[in-house]
């Protein structure tokens, strides 16, 4: 599981705690998450980023649903979202008219281009963990951050990744393998662990769809910065390499505006486009408004109540705790096959992307593990 990556990395730094991935580090250590980056896509298109793929050490489960503000929580905190509370791409929160629609992504109120929610919606409340970056911090290890300027005082980077840390800001490819370089290559005796971000794999497969010429340039692109920083990376350093998700092309879209049986007994919708978390008006059934999702939707979509999905352990192996699990939807509909159920309405430049993810199809979920040197 992607959040196996950071406990193991904090045991492979003599923090007393698991190592299930059997991580080995000499002095210190750069994780590079890669957004966007599926196992299932590297493999298919291994020839196009070789580098990567002779380095995959092994294969992760990003966790439901596979979305990158849970995934980066996941990875941060070292536990599944049902513990951190980040159950989604957009989720409802509760207000004094019943729910309105939270985006952790951007930390942002009533859809993803709405009013910052830092004031609103703390962080540091929204998320209650510590997170494993603290924990490396508290234990005397350095730590770095190699990832974009506005990333730095973000709402989920203060509600997941918590520590402080020295940024090296890094916008582009090169930015991103001098920040990774400055972290390594040091002479000093403190350990130092860095994070390290690249998002434009993620940006071009949601636009012109994984595996397209565009989303196949971008990786090529990433395989050899890649290769050159494995050039110039000392021995004191490892380096990991992961995803947050993988993708699927849309094939056939659903349009929920467009299907008023399933605004019946509806507050909110919430999620994306493979993943919608269904919030109920007062006196409605969640079983009634399930199976008439489900009934409306046939093969497009698996429906469950929140209370099946929490049975089934979704969002993990641990129940959340109230407020948590009042963050879940009533009634979740996950995509199957390539459908997706999309509302141009509320999400008009969603709507019109190629890639998706969120849902459970392996080429969704599986993402690797890149370790090099190998351990």
Known sequence: MLCDVMPSVCSAFGVDGPNPLELVVQRDAVLLLIDGLGAELLRAHSDDAPNLAAHVRSTLQAGFPATTATSLSSLALGAPCAAHGIVGYSFGVPDEHGRRLFNPLRWTIDGASGPDARASHPPGEMQRLRSRLQVLGDAGVEIHYVMPGYQDGSGLTRASFRAPGVLHPASHLDELREGVLAVAGHDGSVRRFGYAYFGQLDAAGHLHGPGSPEWRHVLRSVDAVFA????????????????????????????????????????????????????????????????????????????????????????????????????????????????????????????????????????????????????
């Open 228 to 375: 050159d920083i494995l050039t110039d990376l000392p021995p004191t350093c490892t380096l990991l390499t992961t995803g947050d998700h993988g993708m699927i092309t849309a094939e056939a879209l659903v349009n929920l505006d467009a299907l008023p049986q399933l605004h019946e007994g509806v507050r909110l919708i919430a999620g994306e486009a493979r993943v919608r978390q269904v919030y109920l008006t007062r006196g409605h059934r969640d079983h009634e408004v399930a199976q008439r999702w489900s009934q409306t939707l046939g093969t497009h979509a698996r429906v469950v109540t929140r209370e099946q999905a929490l049975d089934e352990h979704w969002f993990g192996p641990t129940p959340p705790n109230p407020v948590i699990a009042h963050r879940i939807g009533h009634v979740l509909a996950v995509a199957e096959g390539r459908s997706v159920l999309v509302s141009p309405s509320q999400e008009p430049s969603e709507s019109r992307m190629l890639g998706h993810h969120g849902a459970w199809s392996v080429e969704e979920q599986a993402i690797p593990l890149i370790v090099s040197p190998s351990d």
